[in-house]
């Protein structure tokens, strides 16, 4: 029995028990997902599960509530049906129902990979192995996996979709010493990534993050990663372009403001890459434009913070939704904009240049990030961000730390490894009018810990950042 077969018999029920005045919609997702993780250089552990889960909305006497379940037998969807409608029963009125989305056609995705869906660990395994090989010696850690989903939807209007996906990533460290260094990517196909130069490259930085220096706190100017990006495209989503928050003026988001340096485009594209082409509620899902060179066009819904305050649904509903909200989660900053880097990209000169600063740099900056700093008097590069933390949401002032290599650049020239840096700075402020000095030419996918969602982003040279103290305080 397919998915869809599945969400129809669901409605079936819904129609014999709850009467003809309930209202209902039922997702029904299928799932492989895989994980091959590696530690002190080998791997030890494989993991694998395969499941079918079935979520059910109803809306009955002006009333709502929601149940799942993965007891996909006839008892099974039975007992789901009515404990949601007793349920539903005991919950209090909602007022604020928006109704269930319209019969309307749904586009199909553009990325399946039949390899990736079902892979085998001997494929993961590969990779790994390539990457501990790469790393030449270093300690390494981390994992591939594989992911493959199946799902449909059917409401009692009359509407269904139902589409398939499939997802691989890989993010592994490498250390030398007290010194790590990292490579992450995203793909559509397991065939895409490439173990051997993953490991090369975060093997290059760990050895060249030896040895660092201590800097004094305070505002320097930056270049960030595509791994150190994603994070602020992550604090974005979760916090600025959430329609929950929007509609709660708990968003700095004001659309129609030019909020952002021109050179900033974002758009939540989940047909490009590994993205279902409808949401929960069954809204058809295209490419959202959030910000348009440097101007914010919206935020993400679903079908209730749409009704909130004017507008539709983009297709962003999720079960967590209702207390987290809607939230982009395939967002890319844009390259088109600022495909050629702004500043001086002339070669500086090499008086007073460190010995070995040209092997320094070469191991530490692709040509893109490398192309960034060469206009860079004297700031820092920035590989990655992380255990951070949000202070004020409606400002978006996040706080953190660097980790896995940072790195001073003095006259367009990497010189010396640095410690790690405390930071507390305001994502929106970090990328206003006049602050982004440059764009990599390439985007790179980075993975997040939950399969499907991804942050794709080229390094970014930025005029400010603020330091605020070592790792340590």
Known sequence: MTELDLAGQVMELVRRLGGPGAQAEATVLRSDLALTRFANSFIHQNVAESGVSVRLRLHVDGRTAAGGGSVVTPDGLRALVERTLAAARLCPPDPAWPGLTPPAPTPSTTAFDEATAYADPDERAERVRAFVAAAGGLESAGYCRT??????FANSTGHSASDRTAEAAMDGIARSGSADGVARLCADRLADLDGAALGARASAKARAAADPVELPPGRYEVVLESAAV??????????????KRYAERQSFAEPGAAQFDPSVTLVDDPLGASGLPFDVEGTPREALTLVDAGTTRGVAHDRRTAAEVGATSTGHATP???TSGPMPRNLRLSTASGADARGSTDAPGAAGTPPGAAGLAGAVADGDTAELLAG???????????????????????????RNGVWLVEDGTVTRAVRDLRFTESY??????????GLGRHAVRQPDRFDGVWWEAPSLRLSSWNFTGGASG
């Open 147 to 152: 992911a493959y989903r199946s799902a449909a």
């Open 230 to 243: 994603a994070d602020l495209l992550q604090n974005l989503s979760w916090y600025g372009f959430n329609g």
């Open 320 to 322: 967590g939704a209702a």
């Open 376 to 402: 860079v008097r004297r700031g820092l590069l920035v590989s990655d961000l992380w255990y951070t933390r949000v202070l004020d949401p409606k400002t978006l002032v996040v706080t953190g730390l660097t």
């Open 428 to 437: 929106p402020r970090a990328l206003g009018p006049g602050a982004v000095l």
